[in-house]
Structures are given as structure tokens and as C-alpha cells.
């Protein structure tokens, strides 16, 4: 079992940054990627982006609509995975959900089946 505790959600004007953390514990050996979603009211829950836990590329997966403005990171020795968000807009505004799960696949990141644990979410609300 992986538990997953999300945090740094809050209120943000439009145009200003907010930076999402998520804890592991418990068996954080038995995943090799994590990865961020969000949910807005009334809408299905979407891919944000994705990094590749283990191995030293840490390669990063993002949808097309936070490219460029949004960053994701790793800090294994602190089992932890952050979400940079600059440039927010109204549109970003949504529970944020960390994941965590074993994907061996690049082109599988962006579906929320291929994570097994996921956390209880953080808000954030984008003001404009």
C-alpha cells in the first residue's frame, strides 16, 4: 500500500504560481511513476502531468494545456512530488489529485486507470 497526502492548494489571483506537494509513504518501492490530475465541477477528471519515479531521467509526461507553465518534480529521498504552476488562469481552478502507480508504458501516463493509489485532493482556485 502507497498513501498519498497532497498539499499547498489555496486561492491564487490569475497570472500568479501556486506549488503542489505530494507525500509518499508507505511502499513507495512498489510504484515507478507518479502523477498529477485534476477535476473541475462537472467535469471528468483530466491528466496534468506525470514523471517517471525511478531511474535517473525522470522523464516528464504534461497535457498539452499546462505546457510551459507547469513543472513537475521529484525528490525521491524525501518520497515526494511537486507541482509547479505558474501562470495560472480561471480554467486551472480544480481539485488537484496526486497518483501513483506502475506504468511501463509512456503512452499510458495520461489515463487515470494505469494509477493504483491516489490521494484525497488539494484545492485550488484561480481568481480573475
Known amino acids: 500500500q502507497v498513501q498519498l497526502v497532497e498539499s499547498g492548494g489555496g486561492l491564487v489571483q490569475a497570472g500568479g504560481s501556486l506549488r503542489l506537494s505530494c507525500a509518499a509513504s508507505?511502499?513507495?518501492?512498489?510504484?515507478?511513476?507518479m502523477g498529477w490530475f485534476r477535476q473541475a465541477p462537472g467535469k471528468e477528471r483530466e491528466f496534468v502531468a506525470g514523471?517517471?519515479?525511478?531511474?535517473?531521467?525522470?522523464?516528464?509526461y504534461y497535457a498539452d494545456h499546462v505546457k510551459g507553465r507547469f513543472t513537475i518534480s521529484r525528490d525521491n529521498a524525501k518520497n515526494t512530488v511537486y507541482l509547479q504552476m505558474n501562470s495560472l488562469q480561471p480554467e486551472d481552478t480544480a481539485v488537484y489529485y496526486c497518483?501513483?502507480?506502475?506504468?511501463?508504458?509512456?503512452?499510458?501516463?495520461?489515463?487515470?486507470?494505469?494509477?493504483?493509489?491516489w490521494g484525497q485532493g488539494t484545492q485550488v482556485t484561480v481568481s480573475s
Open positions: 514523471i517517471r519515479w525511478r531511474g535517473s531521467l525522470g522523464n516528464t
Open positions: 508507505g511502499r513507495p518501492l512498489t510504484i515507478n511513476s
Open positions: 497518483a501513483a502507480g506502475s506504468i511501463y508504458s509512456s503512452g499510458t501516463y495520461y489515463f487515470p486507470s494505469q494509477y493504483a493509489y
